[in-house]
């Protein structure tokens, strides 16, 4: 993550974290616009952290009443021996302090027996446009509730608590549910505005506290701290500017203006969604007559279900391709559309499945259950569709160039042949290179690994494992395509290339060692010099035919044993049409 995302990021959950539009729906959205895929987790934290500082700023009159007033209660409950109960019934301070612990419950079970459900509910901008409705709705139908003067006890704060671990979901917003929920229970209004501030303290701070415990255990190195704290401060200064001014609104009961804000965005956000999913669909699914399935698929390593789109062949007993999703998406990419096209031009089955989403947590990024979902769906189209099981091909670009590398060592009996193009093969020269370079992908591996190389022999083997290099060997035995643009890694003639050639040589060579061809691999003199250089040393340039199917020059072309690398005039691409031919000889 940059710093200006840091500090876009920050001032919007500063504005709509206290204004009743719901701050992580936003956050959810404009990640979304913005197309970061990284784990967020510890930034959204953070930025709330943020604005939990503008809540203790703006009511620290209240804060400092309410502490020592429980003081003063828990002294004479200790030592004066005054009951409870009695404290309760004659002290308004007391009764806000119970209502604010028992209110505090229902979030705390929530956040902690939902963690993972609501941490999934985080990548679905549809779940979020339809939670900022029910905002909407409930913060307009505040219009007919009348203030009233009773008081918010342990029952209302309750109440108000569930309404606060609803919040939890994002697209709802938790001042607008707590301050409405007090509303509701006929609060006044200046009470259900300061209650709902005052009962997000402790909810804030303790997902705080739990946030610093899990950055101690991973390494603070496993996160951008700089960016963070950019973050944080934009959070506190226009939390704390919103805040004055929600309190104001809420007071003059015009809170409901809000919800029409809501309802706004909510309809406009399914719109645009609507047609971009609708334009991406015409683009990349529906060719003549193509019929693009999509299937749930039981993982046999934990039982989790995984998502695949898929089309069948029209004839009998024809070939299989399994299309792998890049490192940041899942298999709702639109680079599905163009296996899908050639295969049905081909009369090919296909199948793109989903194999743990983006790369950016331990289930993912060549983990065991990350490999075994891809034969899990060669496994399944064995048994739906009619394939040819001499003709089983495995093809991806970047991260699926990756996870092609790593599936052709771990099961190369499995396919009959494998196109990898621009892969990553070593995670930790790459965890190196991306640092080095300030791109978001050493977060990446390290939410993968566990963190960063050398941090335990636990996270090194966690590297090793999940490193094409390490077993690629096995692959030797059948035909593997590895392909890089030459400009790939370099913010240059390419485009912003996020993976250096060196890793498509390496990989290359190693399946050359494997295959008893020294005098084929090579050295890495030539490839630190292809790296910097963004060329071929004149020794070793060659002009090959296959070009044409390229459409680009090829830099250099080298067989070993079953082998074959290519290095073409590009960037961080896959050439389709390259992919297909390659299969086509088998």
Not at 321 to 327: D, G, K, P, S
Not at 335 to 358: H, K, L, S, V
Not at 537 to 554: F, L, M
Not at 557 to 562: Q, T
């Amino acid at each position: 993550m940059t710093y200006t995302y840091a500090l876009i990021l920050g001032i919007v959950q500063g504005l709509t974290e206290f204004l009743p539009v719901s701050s992580s729906g936003h956050l959810v959205l404009l990640q979304h616009i913005l197309g970061l895929t990284d784990d967020m987790l510890m930034f959204d934290i953070f930025v709330h952290f943020g604005t939990l500082l503008a809540v203790l700023a703006v009511f620290r009159k209240s804060v400092f009443r309410l502490i020592f007033s429980g003081l003063d209660s828990f002294s004479s409950i200790v030592f004066d021996r005054i009951s409870p109960g009695k404290i309760y019934r004659n002290s308004p301070d007391f009764r806000t302090i119970i209502a604010i612990i028992i209110g505090t419950i229902p979030a705390v079970l929530a956040g902690l027996l939902l963690q993972d459900f609501i941490e999934n509910l985080f990548s679905s901008p549809y779940l979020v446009l339809a939670a900022l409705s029910f905002t909407g709705i409930i913060l307009i139908l505040t219009f007919f509730v009348r203030e009233n003067s009773e008081r918010i006890g342990a029952m209302k704060g309750l109440v108000i608590g569930c309404a606060q671990a609803l919040a939890i979901t994002p697209g709802i917003s938790r001042s607008g549910s707590t301050i409405a929920a007090a509303l509701f229970l006929k609060s006044r209004r200046s009470d259900a505005g300061e209650f709902s501030f005052l009962l997000a303290i402790p909810v804030i701070a303790g997902a705080t506290v739990l946030a610093l415990k899990d950055a101690v255990e991973t390494g603070f190195s496993s996160n951008p701290w700089g960016p963070i704290i950019t973050g944080t401060i934009a959070a506190f200064l226009t939390g704390w500017v919103s805040l004055v001014m929600l309190i104001k609104i809420v007071k003059r009961g015009k809170i409901g203006y809000f919800g029409f804000y809501c309802l706004l965005i909510s309809l406009a956000g399914f719109f645009i969604l609507h047609n971009n999913n609708a334009g991406k669909s015409a683009e990349s699914f529906k060719g003549p007559d193509m019929n693009i399935q999509e299937i749930s698929i039981q993982s046999t390593y934990d039982n989790a279900s995984q998502k695949a789109k898929y089309l069948k062949a029209r004839g009998d007993k024809r070939p299989l391709l399994v299309a792998l999703h890049t490192w940041s998406f899942n298999y709702e990419q639109d680079a599905a559309g163009e296996y899908f096209t050639r295969c049905y031009d081909r009369d090919w089955n296909c199948i793109f499945p989903d194999f743990r989403g983006p790369n950016n947590n331990s289930l993912a990024g060549g983990s065991e259950a990350a490999l075994q979902d891809i034969l899990d769906a060669v496994a399944w189209a064995s048994e739906n569709l009619s394939i040819d099981h001499r003709r089983i091909f495995l093809a991806g670009a970047s991260g699926g160039g990756y996870m092609s590398l790593l599936s052709a060592g771990n099961s190369p009996s499995t396919w009959t042949a494998v196109s990898a193009w621009v892969p990553i093969s070593d995670l930790v020269r790459w965890h190196e290179e991306t640092l080095a370079r300030d791109l978001r992908y050493y977060e990446d591996v390290e939410n993968v690994c566990g963190g960063a190389p050398g941090v335990s022999p636990e996270v090194d083997r966690e590297y090793k494992k999940r490193s094409p290099v390490s077993n690629l060997w096995r692959a030797h035995i059948i035909p593997v395509d590895i392909n890089a643009g030459i400009h790939d890694g370099h913010a240059g003639k390419g485009g912003e290339g996020s993976v250096p050639v060196g890793h498509s040589i390496r990989a290359f060579n190693e399946l050359a060692k494997a295959a008893g061809k020294h005098g084929d691999i090579i050295p890495e003199e030539v490839i630190s010099y292809i790296e910097q250089n963004e060329s071929v040393p004149e020794k070793t340039d060659e002009v090959i035919a296959d070009s044409e199917i390229y459409g680009r020059k090829i830099h250099l072309r080298r067989n070993s044993g079953l082998a074959r690398l290519t290095l073409f005039e590009g960037g961080h691409e896959i050439i389709y049409d390259a992919v297909f031919s390659w299969f086509e000889k088998f």
